[in-house]
């Protein structure tokens, strides 16, 4: 089975710092087959076919503290729910010098369409969709001091969600579904 392992907050700000080699390195050791990082922020597409998300997780955060003294927490979502979250990704969204477009992944416990009442949406710059799974999140750059986006940073909500951007969740199905094959 084809899976993906988020991995919140390294790399940024100069915090948190992993090699991705070695982080590849520390996959294959808990025994993941055909394991491939994507750009530093923490996102592995591997394979398993005897663990559950859950047990992958709890390995995996494991297995960072014993090989990096870092306390990470690993998101594990499986090709059919990236699929679920991609086929709601609105096609025109983009991240580039006009638009900003986000997906936040939800760790389970806040994975509900309810979330979004913890949220401040302003109906004339941001559009937001809930699929399950993540929140979808676009604006328009000139807005974005306006965007309620801004106001989640700090928030319980914040801590309970990995953020990437579409191009980012883009190309993570994309080695997805080339790990299938």
Do not use: C
């Amino acid at each position: 089975m084809v899976f993906v392992a988020l991995l919140r907050g390294i790399n940024v700000g100069g915090n948190n710092k992993i090699d991705m080699k070695q982080l590849k390195n520390t996959f294959e050791g808990v025994g993941l087959h055909d394991v491939v990082t994507y750009i530093n922020t923490g996102n592995i597409i591997f394979t398993d076919n005897h663990r559950s998300p859950q047990e992958l997780a709890n390995i995996l955060e494991e297995a960072i503290v014993n090989d990096f003294s870092l306390s990470i927490k690993v998101m594990i979502r499986t090709l059919v729910e990236i699929k679920t979250i991609m086929e709601s990704l609105p096609p025109n969204w983009t991240n580039d010098q006009s638009m900003k477009s986000d997906v936040l992944y939800l760790w389970d416990e806040v994975n509900d369409e309810s979330v979004l009442t913890n949220v401040i949406i302003k109906p004339d710059i941001d559009h937001v969709i809930y699929v399950n799974g993540a929140i979808l999140w676009s604006y328009n750059r000139e807005h974005a001091g306006k965007s309620g986006m801004n106001k989640i940073i700090g928030t319980k909500l914040y801590q309970s969600v990995t953020v990437r951007n579409v191009n980012t969740a883009r190309k993570i199905y994309e080695l997805m579904l080339a790990a299938e094959h």
